[in-house]
């Protein structure tokens, strides 16, 4: 069992700058994939960016490329969401998402999923 508790959202101006975090209960931590993902007001929850058990692998969502980076520390069982140059599309509830191994954009694949934190990017 892994419990995620997200952290670090909050209001921010277009081009600015947050970094989420998602602390993780268990001493497992190191085997679990880890997933970003965001839901919009009337929207589906939808991948912004992955990280395995390793950091051998990462991926992300087109939308987020090249202004978000996701990376973990497992002596500190967290994962962290840098998100740089924001836009106010980004704007929605952001969660964590833990699955075993391997790492997917399938919001599906996940088991174990935080409360979420939201983030408000004004234009």
């Known amino acids: 069992q892994v419990q995620l508790v997200e952290s670090g959202g909050g209001l921010v101006q277009a081009g600015g700058s947050l970094r989420l975090s998602c602390a993780a209960s268990?001493?497992?931590?190191?085997?679990?994939?880890m997933g970003w993902f965001r839901q919009a007001p009337g929207q589906e929850r939808e991948f912004v960016a992955a990280?395995?058990?390793?950091?051998?692998?990462?991926f992300y969502a087109d939308s987020v490329k090249g202004r978000f980076t996701i990376s973990r520390v497992n002596a500190k069982n967290t994962v962290y969401l840098q998100m740089n140059s924001l836009k106010p599309e980004d704007t929605a509830v952001y969660y964590c998402?833990?699955?075993?191994?391997?790492?997917?954009?399938?919001?599906?694949?996940?088991?174990?999923w935080g409360q979420g934190t939201q983030v408000t990017v004004s234009s």
């Open positions: 990280i395995n058990w390793s950091a051998g692998s990462i």
């Open positions: 268990g001493r497992t931590f190191g085997s679990y994939a």
């Open positions: 998402a833990a699955r075993q191994m391997y790492s997917s954009r399938n919001v599906y694949e996940y088991n174990y």
